[in-house]
């Protein structure tokens, strides 16, 4: 996939960044941050709590055509029409653009950030799917916003804390089980009432309910990827910084 400007050019500006790859429409565009930088440039955050955000949003608008519709992420199920420009910052964990050009974009540090298109690249989405808001069907109502049919999108999953890291009690389980055999193939007990969960293929089940077949990325592990990504798990400073996963379309 195309990317807005080549790696070069945002290694000399200072913003490292992962290119999805997938067979997205050659008018798709999006990026996952990492936490670094180069050249001297302060490693980007973009926790709503940062004091420099200001200047990684503008690190990140060098290469977006305009400022990401930022929201409030809550754990949540609710998708935001990105079309319309907010008067104040949105509470919702997915949001959704056919204007060409809107950027949509979710911030994590070991939560699931999703992309979604459609293979005539008509329209766009990011999802926050941490366990909570995965469980609660935010990945569904994402492929519902996009008003197309199931079968025509693709997604692409981002770095998140990975199986083998992620270790869960008996709530986070029966949120996701309820006695389905295939979701709890996707928990490997670790010990008395502890499991590691797997995001990648809860995600992926859950999209494939709902018809969306082609789904790429997985693999990474912001846990124990410490020189790439950020992890709350982690703790420490890189618990309060988050990354950014963006999507958009440029006019076909």
């Not at 909570?132 to 197309?148: D, I, N, T, W, Y």
């Not at 770095?159 to 270790?167: D, M, N, R, V």
């Amino acid at each position: 996939m195309a990317s807005p400007s080549t790696l070069d050019d945002m290694a000399i500006s200072g913003l490292d960044w992962l290119v999805p790859d997938w067979p997205a429409p050659p008018n798709i565009r999006a990026l996952s941050t990492t936490r670094n930088a180069s050249r001297g440039a302060a490693a980007p955050d973009f926790s709503r709590h940062n004091a420099n955000l200001r200047d990684a949003r503008a690190l990140l608008r060098r290469f977006c055509p305009e400022d990401p519709v930022w929201l409030i992420q809550e754990h949540g199920t609710a998708v935001y029409d990105a079309d319309v420009v907010p008067a104040a910052i949105p509470t919702a964990d997915a949001a959704v653009a056919r204007v060409a050009g809107r950027v949509c974009a979710i911030s994590t540090a070991d939560c699931l950030p999703v992309l979604l298109t459609d293979h005539d690249g008509s329209v766009v989405a990011a999802a926050h799917a941490g366990w909570r808001g995965m469980s609660a069907g935010v990945l569904e109502a994402s492929v519902a916003a996009l008003a197309v049919p199931a079968h025509a999108i693709m997604a692409w999953l981002g770095p998140a804390i990975g199986p083998h890291a992620f270790e869960v009690g008996p709530d986070v389980l029966h949120a996701f089980s309820a006695g389905d055999a295939d979701v709890a193939a996707c928990f490997v007990a670790t010990g008395k009432q502890k499991w590691h969960a797997d995001l990648y293929a809860l995600a992926r089940l859950r999209l494939a309910r709902v018809g969306v077949r082609d789904v790429y990325g997985g693999g990474r592990c912001t846990y124990s990827e410490p020189g790439i990504f950020y992890s709350y798990r982690r703790g420490g400073a890189d618990a309060a910084r988050r990354m950014l996963t963006a999507i958009w379309r440029t006019p076909q």
